[in-house]
Structure formats: structure tokens, C-alpha cells
């Protein structure tokens, strides 16, 4: 085994870092979903691999750029899940996470079948003037897919630490929001809610919940 030095090592490592936005922006909607919804979706990989079909369906015959395609794709993915997730995932949501665990992963195994019985097992690429271009510097070799990606990733994240509205007179949820109901913090206080009220509590409810109780806790700590 041969251990990489100087420039081989550096464009290792350097390549390794880029890598890490594309898993960043896989990452990043699994944990959103998850964070938010609080659902364990695991059909989510075969999502992103559904969307890499079309965008190679819409490459090869209709030539539009691979990056571009992601305009048409995205639209196209949303069409596909937000039926799916209103008439299987939803109605299970109540009843615990096993139900829409177990649903998922059935749908995972139906679309990885799927996926070989139209487009075979066998390894497909993009194919782009960028997908095999590197960048040179020096000794130094990093790919210029990962460079693309990487940028997709900072700029996608970095739109998460914008607030999110979510109806026309709602308060924004801010990154503290999110973060206290994925960590679960709000939870007594949704459970007390829906204690109260049996109809559904949305998230704008569960949110303002959560700022009305660090409200009682900055008041109580300036008492003391």
C-alpha cells in the first residue's frame, strides 16, 4: 500500500473535503425532514437517486445541461413526493414512527427494484465537459464536479440560517425554532397542547409554543 505525499496527499485531502458537500446535500434534507417533521424517511436516498435518472433521461434526449436540469428535476420530484407523502405518509403520522418507518422502507425496496428494471444495475454518468475537467494548481488536481457541488452545498446550507415563514401573517421561524423542536424541547408543550386540543397543531403552533415558554423562562430568570 502506497501512501500519498505532497501534492497527491493534498489533492487527497482537498478532494475529500469537496466530497463532503455532496454527502452535505443529501444530509441536508434527510435532517430537515426528520428535524421538522420529525419523520425517518428512508426512501430519501432513492429520491435523490430517482432525480439522477431524470436529470440523465433529460441530458441524453433532450440535451440540456446536467446542472440546468436540476431546474426541471426539482420541480418534478416535489410533484412525485407530495402525493405520496399526503396519502401514505401522513395518515400514518399519528399513529407513531413505526408506521411510516416501515412505509418508507418498503418504498425504498420497490424503488431500488424499480430502479433496475428500467435503467439495469449497471453504473450510468452525466456526461459534461465539467463532469471530468479538474482544476490545476501547481501539483495539486481537484475535480471540478466537486468544486460545483461543494459550492451547491454552501449556498444551500447557507440558506438554512435564513428564516423560514410559513404562511402569508405568520411570525418566521428563526434557527433556534428549529433547532428546539428538533432537539425536542418543545415536546411537553406540544403533548399539553394536544392534550387540550385533539385537532391537528401545526408546526407555526408548535413554534410559538416554544417562544412563549423561553419567554416564561427569560421573565423568571430576570425575577430572580
Known sequence: MTIPTGG?????LI???LLGGVFDITALGLSLVFGVMRLVNIVHGELIVL????ALYLT???GIDPLLSMLIVAPLLFLFALPLYRVLLEPLMAKGPEPALLTTFALSVIGQNLFILIWSGDTQSLRASYATASL??????IPAMYLISFAIALILCGDTEHQIPFEPGEKP???QDLEEIALGD????VATAEAVDDDEIGMAAIVELGRQHRADEAAAAGDD
Open 60 to 62: 441524453r434526449h433532450a
Open 15 to 17: 478532494t475529500g473535503v
Open 136 to 141: 490545476s494548481l501547481g501539483s495539486v488536481r
Open 173 to 175: 421561524v428563526d434557527r
Open 8 to 12: 497527491s496527499l493534498l489533492s487527497a
Open 51 to 54: 432525480g439522477a435518472y431524470l
Open 186 to 189: 418543545v415536546a411537553p408543550f
